[in-house]
Structure formats: structure tokens, C-alpha cells
Nanobody, 116 residues
């Protein structure tokens, strides 16, 4: 059974940092492409970062240079280091794994609020 559980969301001031984690189970984390997405109120879910083909990272334009995606196969976790946070980064952040037995899976999300 595939499970993704996000944690690390919080209230942070502009310019601050947060690290999100996604604990995984039910599949081999190193074998699948994974990513972080976010959804702000009234907006569509958007790509934040992907890690594909093992270690190749792809970032949404709005987070390039500020966010870093990584995964730890031994700990079975996907992480997102977020630096220099801006108010427009406020959203629910979701962990995703693609194509496990032909199905994409999502976590329940973790809230990130950037506000002074």
C-alpha cells in the first residue's frame, strides 16, 4: 500500500526558511519520479519541483534558486528545502509519486504560510 505523509509546514516570516519532508511507504523511492506541488486558495495546483531519472531536478520558475528537492532512499523520504520564502509561496504543499503500478499517488498536504 503506497502512502505519502508530508510534514514540516508552518507559519514563517518573509525571507525565512522551511524544510518539508514526505515520508513514504509501499514502494521503492529510488525507482520512481517524485515531486512537490502546491495549491494556493483559489488557484490551480502547480509544480514546485520534480526529481526524475534518479537525481535530475526540475523546478518551477517561481522557485528556482530558492528551493531544493532531494530524496534519501535509506530513510525513504523526499524533502524540499525552501529558502528566502515569499508571501506568494503560501499554499498547501503536496508530495507526489508517479506511476507506481500505473497510478500516481498524493499525500494529504502540509500548510505553508508566509506572513509577517
Amino acid at each position: 500500500q503506497v502512502q505519502l505523509v508530508e510534514s514540516g509546514g508552518d507559519l514563517v516570516q518573509p525571507g525565512g526558511s522551511l524544510r518539508l519532508s514526505c515520508a513514504t511507504s509501499g514502494f521503492s523511492i529510488s525507482m520512481y519520479d517524485m515531486g512537490w506541488y502546491r495549491q494556493a486558495p483559489g488557484k490551480q495546483r502547480e509544480l514546485v519541483a520534480l526529481i526524475i531519472q534518479g537525481t535530475r531536478a526540475i523546478y518551477g520558475d517561481s522557485v528556482k534558486g530558492r528551493f531544493t528537492i532531494s530524496r534519501n532512499s535509506a530513510a525513504r523520504t523526499l524533502s524540499l528545502q525552501m529558502n528566502n520564502l515569499k508571501r506568494e509561496d503560501t499554499a498547501v504543499y503536496y508530495c507526489n509519486v508517479m506511476g507506481v503500478s500505473g497510478t500516481d499517488y498524493w499525500g494529504q498536504g502540509t500548510q505553508v504560510t508566509v506572513s509577517s
